[in-house]
């Protein structure tokens, strides 16, 4: 199987657990202690998900690391900064700064240049 399979999944997996988080979390709100964080982790749906894309990614990423060199895999996989930033400004209505953008800018000329 191709890297960039593993790369896509990997990227997407990442994406989707950190908006589930980030949006459940602002939905929430702080908690209180250990307790209140467990409770909130075991009933809210969003969470759950979050976890399941995230353990999807990890198990992607040891296959990847399987058939591709880790000096690929790193900077392959940092494209989920991209579309991270790209849907915290779309979804999430995040402010993001004009040297947010940049570095976005330049991550994702780096993963142009692995591409080639």
Known sequence: MSPWVYVFVIVGSTVASDLLQSWEMKRQGETTGAGQLLKLLA????????????AISFYAFLALLAVADLS???PATALSLVIETILARVILKERV????????????LGVVLLAQ
Not at 43 to 54: A, H, R
Not at 97 to 108: D, E, F, Q
């Open 97 to 108: 700064t004009t040297s947010r953008w940049a570095g976005t800018l330049i991550i994702a």
């Open 72 to 74: 690929f895999a790193v």
């Open 43 to 54: 009933t809210k749906l969003p969470l759950i998900g979050s976890v399941v894309f995230l």
